[in-house]
């Protein structure tokens, strides 16, 4: 079984320390699906996903069930999961998904993955540009309940706004803890203390590129 992430974690990461904190809600994934994948990390979870403006539910479907199969028959994951139950509603439809999926195949058919320019942050991550030191410094910061702001790294996208930025990192520091905590057999809970501990930063850090 792997760790458990309590959903203080979540928040931690994703708004910051509490005193202070403020979040606005611009992703398209709510909170408590992030909590619920965050409790039961080798779980499929119950979606209900709502496409863009005018796009039919069925085309979606048909797009997002060939994405699902391919990303599986990719890493080989079909004899481990169940099917994953996608299916067209009126106006929306419904899928059984695995975190993994949800970060690598629902996000980025989101005009949200445009907007925040987060295939140039997975650019730079695969590319080096997003360094190691880049990320030990807003990670970091982020773990530690400080702001990231004042730690940004000197050359990194310099096109994009600060405040960008740092959601986009709040967003990949969380996808970072679910990759390494995958990998964590011992079903511990994770709180907000733990993201302090230097094993788990460097895990985080480690898990960081190949999580998108």
Same mark, same amino acid.
């Given at each position: 079984m792997s760790a458990k992430i309590h959903r203080d974690a979540v928040e931690h990461i994703l708004m910051g320390p509490e005193v202070g904190r403020r979040f606005t809600q611009d992703s398209p994934v709510l909170p408590d699906v992030w909590f619920a994948y965050a409790g039961a990390?080798?779980? &499929? /979870?119950?979606?209900?996903?709502?496409?863009?403006?005018?796009?039919?539910a069925a =085309?979606? %479907? !048909?797009?997002?069930?060939?994405?699902?199969? &391919? /990303?599986?028959?990719a890493g080989g994951l079909h004899d481990d999961r169940a099917?994953? =139950?996608? %299916? !067209?509603?009126?106006?929306?439809l419904v899928a059984r998904l695995h975190v993994d999926e949800v970060i690598r195949i629902v996000l980025p058919m989101t005009a949200w993955w445009a907007k925040h320019r987060m295939p140039d942050m997975a650019g730079e991550l695969r590319d080096g540009a997003l360094t190691a030191a880049a990320r030990r410094a807003l990670c970091g910061a982020i773990l530690d309940g400080k702001d990231p702001a004042p730690h940004r790294p000197q050359g990194l996208a310099e096109d994009m706004r600060t405040s960008t930025l740092v959601h986009n990192m709040r967003f990949l520091t969380l996808?970072?803890?679910f990759a390494w905590a995958q990998g964590q057999r011992d079903g511990k809970d994770i709180t907000p203390p733990d993201l302090g501990k230097r094993n788990t930063r460097n895990g985080i850090l480690a898990a960081l590129p190949g999580a998108l």
């Open positions: 990390l080798d779980k &499929a /979870h119950d979606l209900l996903i709502t496409p863009f403006k005018d796009r039919p =085309e979606v %479907a !048909a797009q997002l069930r060939r994405a699902v199969y &391919a /990303h599986r028959d099917g994953p =139950e996608i %299916a !067209a509603l009126q106006g929306v996808f970072g803890l």
